[in-house]
């Protein structure tokens, strides 16, 4: 640990910053959604590592143990639901495991496999932030005194929903990519709450329930891949 990593690990919580001391590790392949994240953990006191795949996670793990561990379900190397599952049963077990996505039906799925909380994207809201953590750490872990509760929100720079955008555009049109529809529909549900673009949301959720129910075709894929083009075209939702 460096001496910034001391300093800020050691540092007990305040009222305006009730997670000092305490340290994210974020598993998330969307760079909006990583964004708001680091300004949530900024505005909180906590401090931020993040992994955009469950290879890079484990990476992570391995040398080291957050205090809480946020992860996405949809990752383009698997489901975020095999890592919450492990790291649920792990000894000693991270203190707080939250499970996320733009699909709000996996909730169910994230507390099976033994988190502590789900959080729907967008994550925006500085104070459903701050209770998601705190209400599962240990009482040591607690700002002394009442917490001051703020009903402040974040706003990511739009490049990086443009770089969403580009990723997913680009996964769309790779030659594997109707394997990855799982995938690609959650990735784009989740952003597209992000920026409140509800065509691209109702879209991306109709193709998901088609691909649960084993119904989905390469149409669906175009269309969503036409969808997503469109919005690079005009730097933004329509």
Do not use: W
């Amino acid at each position: 640990m460096d001496p910034l990593d001391d300093f800020m690990t050691t540092r007990p919580p305040t009222a305006r910053r009730p997670l000092l001391g305490v340290t994210v590790l974020v598993v998330e392949d969307s760079r909006f959604a990583c964004e708001a994240l680091r300004l949530l953990c900024l505005r909180s006191g906590a401090r931020i590592r993040r992994a955009d795949t469950l290879e890079h996670a484990r990476k992570h793990l391995g040398v080291y143990r957050p205090t809480v561990l946020i992860v996405d379900v949809g990752l383009p190397d698997g489901s975020g639901l095999d890592l919450i599952a492990t790291c649920a049963k792990a000894i000693p077990r991270i203190d707080v495991i939250l499970g996320t996505s733009g699909d709000s039906i996996l909730q169910e799925a994230v507390l099976a496999c033994g988190a502590n909380g789900f959080m729907p994207k967008p994550i925006s809201s500085l104070a459903a932030f701050q209770s998601a953590i705190l209400s599962h750490l240990p009482t040591n872990r607690q700002p002394p005194g009442p917490r001051l509760v703020t009903d402040e929100s974040v706003n990511p720079d739009l490049i990086a929903y443009q770089d969403d955008l580009t990723h997913m555009a680009a996964v769309i049109g790779s030659g594997d990519a109707r394997e990855s529809l799982g995938y690609v529909t959650q990735f784009l549900q989740g952003i597209a709450q992000s920026v409140k673009d509800d065509d691209l949301g109702n879209a991306a959720s109709a193709v998901a329930r088609k691909y649960r129910q084993g119904t989905s075709t390469e149409a669906d894929l175009i269309a969503l891949g036409a969808m997503v083009n469109s919005r690079l075209d005009t730097n933004g939702p329509l």
